[in-house]
């Protein structure tokens, strides 16, 4: 039994909120604290970083997704997906009742108050978004449902898919069913500190259409406003407490806000990436203009990192899916095609510098460091570096690979490659190392024993992790971006 308590009516959309506007708040009369139902659909990266940390703030979630072996898994104890912190607050959720799996998409949709849709939107070939996932998933709610429900999106989904996720919610319900109100409610969580991010947001966006759905959601988010959760990260030490600013827009808003900041984030590391090649030309250090550009507060010092360029996941698509959106409504998003085409030849300037080393690439022993896309995780989606090894075994080179926790799922793409545990057995003999992802683990590599089980001691580095003065002291001839 619940209470639903509506302190007024005070909610508006398109303004800012602090904890202390919460206006309604949902009892759950027989602990005497406040938590929710939560239903989540889809239990990818999102889906499952969302529930299990909603679970971990003290709501009741239940999760389901179309795989049941990844259910079954789940029920089993197990953690589909290496992200840092999740497996031990999925297990103290489910130790505590407050997470549970179904494949039973029906039983999912009718445990929750809200229900929140986290199924992916990969990329057609065209760029646009396929919003299939979504559409089945509409589908699934209008059918099964059996009472009102808050369906939120948090998919990253172009604008304007929240107005037709409604109109499918009518479309599919039959005569008599449950109304449906439909939210927007971008995620900006970065894997390898999802979990972090998910409790120390600098922002919490909700596209709404009425105020007791933007009232659901505060209340929904209430733990992390008010920061009254147990921090799963920093035990306790968190970094300064700084206000979270909790947004309420337009659906068509939200949505545009999360495609907006993505697309930024590329463009701003595309934008570093040419001022690397401009200070190969020049003769200037990149790290030197990014750390004074950054310092400027209207600049900002993140996402300036020059390499070997964004991957993952979400920038390609997003920013290809940004592209398509804005063709679709007549808007010549022009630098965004730019983004994208530096960021492509980052692997062409990469390689430029392979070959200008090596000379002849085919027969050589080849050292990668990293597969995934970046450090801290295990996704190897649309990294740069599986371009990097498929070009290098096209060319005919012998190629050792190690990673920390990407390997598994490189080998299923690329059986032919020797792969490491330990990064200094793929650099046994190695006539090149290329590092290709910023893993701490390679940052603390010994360079002096790993130069004696080298053939030839030679650093192609993709993310600028060494110091080019270090790396020649210990006899290396060693190779960057932008630090000639
Ligand atoms: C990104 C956004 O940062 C999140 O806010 C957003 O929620 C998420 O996409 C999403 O849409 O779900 P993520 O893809 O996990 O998060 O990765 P980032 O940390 O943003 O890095 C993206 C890529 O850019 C990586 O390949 C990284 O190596 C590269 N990068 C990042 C650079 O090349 N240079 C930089 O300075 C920063």
Redesign the pocket.
Known sequence: MRDFVLRGDSVKIGGRYSAADLVCAFRNSSKGEFSLRLSVIGCG??GLVTGACFAEAGHEVVCTDIDSERIAKLNAGGVPIYEEHLDRILGSARKAGRISYTADAGEAIRAGDAIFICVGTPPKDSGEADLSAIDHVARQIATEARTSKLVVEKS?VPARTGLELKRALAAYSGKGSPKFRVASN?????????VG?FFHPDRIVVGVEDSSSAAELQEIYRPILEKSFHCPVHNGACPPAHRVEFLVTTINSAELI?HA??SF??L??SY??VIADLCEKIGANVEEVTHAMGLDDRIGG??????????????PK?VQAFIHLSASVGVDFDMLKATERVNRQRIDRFFEKIRQALWVVKGKHVAVLGLA??AN?DDIRF??ALEVVKRLLAEGAVVHASDPEAMTRAKTLFPQVHYHEDPYTALRGADAALVC??WDSFRKLDWDRAGELMARKLVIDG?NIYAPQTMREKGFEYYSFGRS
Not at 302 to 315: D, I, N, P, S, W
Request: hydrophobic residues 35%; contains cysteine; positive net charge.
């Open positions: 990266y999102v990253t971008p995620e900006f969580l970065r894997e390898g500190t999802a991010d999360k900041s993505n984030l590329a701003k590391i570093a990436n993140q996402f300036l990192k020059a390499g070997l360029g964004y991957g993952g996941f979400c920038f997003d896309f970046k995780t990294a740069p992802t910023e993310r």
